[in-house]
């Protein structure tokens, strides 16, 4: 997660950009390229040479030569003005850094030599995405809308408590910031201005807000949705090259290209007899829903915003045992594309592209065995058996396609 630089965490840089750098028609298949500057990530840094590659948000690569006259200045995440930018050094730059290198790019758009350098430096991105996620887990909700009031401009979504599925109706006022995943978009930073009206029955959505202390309303300050798509699969081939692996579908029985990009989230669901010590400090599935030495994951959960209420389990649990699919899917270690192999059964999220064969994943979770093990032990005593996986695993437990920012 942290190395995935997100836009929305150097907002303030394009902000300020927006206000040095006017586009000109000749430069719009690059919007991160203009006549006064180049925005990107470093990718390579030479200090004995004085150069830089950065590779902008469009994908263009550009060589920035530095002089002994550039100055370099340090921006923090959310400034959107020089008033409290920090003099640096060359030296101060570093891999994985965002930067607007201002001056004039060369006439083919590859080379630059700015007179001055702003950085907004990896740590601090890192360090205020984690504050923003931790927000989002704290004050969050998640989960699917299940009805529309355009009247009154209320949302009404399911979402999945320690006490079972819950009813929230989310009012929309005009403060609310809402923002929407595009088709075959896959980064929570690249969900585009939205309103009530895009918003659809079905979609998933995560809010940031307060929840009444009865919980059956929730004030939100932001709201993302989306329309996904989650299907169960199992592999049949990789192509770490394209980026892409065939599967066949659990449901339909037909074949499936997911396409991997660099942004995508795969993460690897444990075995069942890792579950205890890896979420529940060894006291396996059911045991209570604690971490290690049995505290809770993350804190009480039941104080949390979705996370449970009075008398139930902390980490998702229902009183006496049990626990959060959602919050563990969240916690799992990421894997590389390359851990995947031929015969793994995996669960992938995407959103609804122009191609249902094709789809761009956004979460990629291998070892759903475990899953549908997990969600067969969730069944009432007697009554349980294994679910099936060709009524879309993951379409009611839990919720894959939106992440965290």
Same mark, same amino acid.
């Given at each position: 997660m942290v190395q995935r630089l997100s836009k929305s965490l150097s907002l303030a840089l394009f902000l300020l950009a927006g206000i040095l750098i006017q586009p000109t028609p000749a430069q719009t298949q690059d919007p991160s390229i203009n006549q006064n500057g180049v925005i990107g990530e470093i990718k390579a840094f030479d200090a004995a040479a004085k150069q830089l590659v950065v590779k902008t948000?469009?994908?263009?690569l550009v060589?920035? =030569?530095? @002089? %002994?006259?550039?100055?370099?200045?340090r921006l923090a995440p959310g400034e959107t003005s020089l008033t409290n930018a920090t003099k640096i050094t060359m030296t101060d730059l570093g891999e994985g850094d965002r930067v607007f290198a201002r001056g004039v790019p060369s006439e083919d758009r590859k080379s630059i030599a700015p007179r001055m350098v702003i950085?907004? =430096?990896? @740590? %601090?991105i890192a360090k205020k995405q984690e504050a923003e996620r931790a927000e989002w887990r704290r004050r969050g909700i998640l989960g699917v809308v299940s009805a529309l009031n355009p009247a009154t401009k209320e949302i009404t979504i399911s979402t999945r408590t320690m006490a079972g599925p819950q009813e929230v109706i989310i009012p929309v006022s005009d403060t609310?910031?809402?923002?929407?995943y595009a088709p075959d978009s896959i980064k929570f930073s690249d969900a585009k201005v939205s309103s009530f009206g895009e918003l659809q029955v079905g979609d998933q959505l995560r809010a940031l807000g307060n929840r009444s202390p009865d919980g059956p309303r929730f004030t939100a300050e932001k709201i993302v949705t989306g329309s996904f798509r989650t299907v169960s699969g199992t592999v049949s081939a990789i192509n770490v090259g394209s980026g892409e692996v065939s599967i066949q579908d659990l449901q339909t029985k037909q074949p499936l290209t997911i396409v991997i990009k660099q942004d995508a989230v795969l993460r690897r669901f444990p075995p069942m007899a890792e579950l205890g010590t890896m979420f529940m400090g060894g006291r396996g599935p059911g045991g209570g829903g604690g971490g290690p030495g049995g505290q809770p994951p993350h804190g009480n959960r039941s104080q949390q915003p979705g996370g449970g209420g009075p008398g139930q389990e902390p980490g998702g649990g229902r009183p006496g045992g049990g626990f959060n699919v959602q919050e563990m899917l969240?916690?799992?270690?990421?894997?590389?594309?390359a851990d995947l192999k031929a015969g793994d059964t995996i669960v992938v999220s995407s959103t609804k592209g122009a191609d249902i064969n094709r789809l761009t994943a956004i979460t990629l979770v291998t070892g759903a065995d475990t899953l549908l093990n997990l969600m067969a032990?969730?069944?009432?005593?007697?009554?349980r058996q294994m679910p099936d996986p060709g009524a879309g695993l993951?379409?009611?437990?839990f919720q894959i396609g939106i992440g965290l920012p």
């Open positions: 948000d469009g994908g263009s060589a920035v =030569t530095l @002089a %002994d006259s550039t100055t370099y200045l950085v907004m =430096t990896r @740590a %601090d609310v910031e809402m923002r929407r969240e916690r799992l270690p990421t894997i590389a594309l032990a969730r069944q009432p005593q007697g009554g993951g379409s009611g437990e």
